[in-house]
């Protein structure tokens, strides 16, 4: 049998709850990386709550850990890009997300040619 030890962040379920805390600390940091335009804070939240829970006919107390990890990066605006009708279907320039204005690609007479 595995001695016994007193509860703490690095052996609540063996690990877990560091193990996920560690998770969550690199996905918002990787986040703030990526998206550091956005001024909004992210966050980890770290809860856990330990319940008494005793045994009537022996008196043995087993509390109860309930620990759960959380984090939150600020939401994504939408985006938005810009089409081309061509023979009756909306076309866009896949090989450039960046294209500000996509019908600055092409000239006035060969969007009239290609709609015909």
């Given at each position: 049998?595995?001695?016994?030890?007193?509860?703490?962040?690095g052996?609540?379920?063996?690990?877990?709850?560091?193990?996920?805390?560690n998770?969550?600390?690199?996905?918002?940091?990787?986040?703030?990386?990526?998206?550091?335009?956005?001024?909004?804070?992210?966050?980890?939240?770290?809860?856990?709550?330990i319940?008494?829970?005793?045994?009537?006919?022996?008196?043995?107390?087993?509390?109860?850990?309930?620990?759960?990890?959380?984090?939150?990066?600020?939401?994504?605006?939408?985006?938005?890009?810009?089409?081309?009708?061509?023979?009756?279907?909306?076309?866009?320039?896949?090989?450039?997300?960046?294209?500000?204005?996509?019908?600055?690609?092409?000239?006035?007479?060969?969007?009239?040619?290609?709609?015909?």
């Amino acid at each position: 049998m595995n001695e016994l030890q007193a509860v703490s962040f690095g052996n609540i379920q063996s690990g877990e709850l560091l193990a996920e805390a560690n998770d969550a600390i690199k996905k918002v940091c990787e986040d703030v990386v990526i998206r550091n335009r956005i001024a909004k804070a992210r966050q980890v939240s770290i809860s856990i709550k330990i319940t008494p829970e005793v045994d009537e006919a022996s008196g043995l107390n087993q509390p109860v850990i309930d620990w759960e990890v959380k984090h939150s990066i600020p939401g994504r605006a939408g985006l938005q890009t810009r089409g081309i009708v061509q023979k009756n279907q909306v076309k866009v320039n896949a090989d450039s997300i960046d294209a500000p204005l996509q019908n600055s690609l092409f000239r006035r007479n060969e969007l009239e040619e290609n709609n015909d």
